[in-house]
Nanobody, 123 residues
Framework: QVQLVESGGGLVQAGGSLRLSCAAS????????MGWFRQAPGKEREFVAA????????YYADFVQGRFTISRDNAKNTVHLQMNSLKPEDTAVYYC????????????????WGQGTQVTVSS
């Protein structure tokens, strides 16, 4: 069972940037796709970005619109989400998740989740 620990959240003004990190423990990191999701108060959890096991393919939600970049370092068992041009509507708890597949084929494939890190964007 992999353990995922997110970090890097915080309070930032609109237009600012944050870099989220997720550290994974366990032997299966480099063989599994990883993803970032978020949940705002009163809303369903939603997909933000995902990256294949090799890092060769990335996927983004439409609302990212080129502002976020997901990356991974398989040597360090980490995945990152660089978030630029943040907006107040990006305020949410951000979760790191690991898929059971090498490609992030479906949200239902994400079986392991971190505890989340709060991102708050002030206007």
């Amino acid at each position: 069972q992999v353990q995922l620990v997110e970090s890097g959240g915080g309070l930032v003004q609109a237009g600012g940037s944050l870099r989220l990190s997720c550290a994974a423990s366990g032997r299966t990191f480099s063989t599994n796709a990883m993803g970032w999701f978020r949940q705002a108060p009163g809303k369903e959890r939603e997909f933000v970005a995902a990256i294949s096991a090799s890092g060769g393919r990335t996927y983004y939600a439409d609302f990212v619109q080129g502002r976020f970049t997901i990356s991974r370092d398989n040597a360090k068992n980490t995945v990152h989400l660089q978030m630029n041009s943040l907006k107040p509507e990006d305020t949410a708890v951000y979760y790191c998740a690991q898929s059971q597949y090498a490609q992030p084929m479906a949200i239902t494939g994400f079986k392991s989740w971190g505890q989340g890190t709060q991102v708050t964007v002030s206007s």
